[in-house]
């Protein structure tokens, strides 16, 4: 089992950034890819980026440029830094955990960007 908590969301103006946070525990040695979504009100959850082991990184074009995703292996906690933000950025992000055999969530956390 992994638990993932979410933190830093908040209320921005455009222009502006955020730095979310996501914690993991529990069988913190079976997680392999880590990464972050987001869901706006009536749309499907996206890809926002995604981090191997190693580093390697992976964005979606509607970030590239502006975010960064980062993981700090020690402290078992994946970072995403949002700059630039824009209105339709606004959303609710969850952090992701891949195992190779089960996906874990986080409850996410509300991003709201205004104009």
């Known amino acids: 089992q992994v638990q993932l908590v979410e933190s830093g969301g908040g209320l921005v103006q455009a222009g502006g950034s955020l730095r979310l946070s996501c914690a993991a525990s529990?069988?913190?040695?079976?997680?392999?890819?880590m990464g972050w979504y987001r869901q706006a009100p009536g749309k499907q959850r996206e890809l926002v980026a995604t981090?191997?082991?190693?580093?390697?990184?992976n964005y979606a074009d509607s970030v590239k440029g502006r975010f960064t995703i980062s993981r700090d292996n020690a402290k078992n906690t994946l970072y995403l830094q949002m700059n630039s933000l824009k209105p339709e950025d606004t959303a609710v992000y969850y952090c992701?955990?891949?195992?190779?055999?089960?996906?874990?969530w986080g409850k996410g956390t509300l991003v709201t960007v205004s104009s």
């Open positions: 981090i191997t082991p190693v580093g390697s990184t």
């Open positions: 529990g069988s913190i040695s079976i997680i392999n890819v």
């Open positions: 992701n955990a891949d195992t190779g055999s089960w996906p874990y």
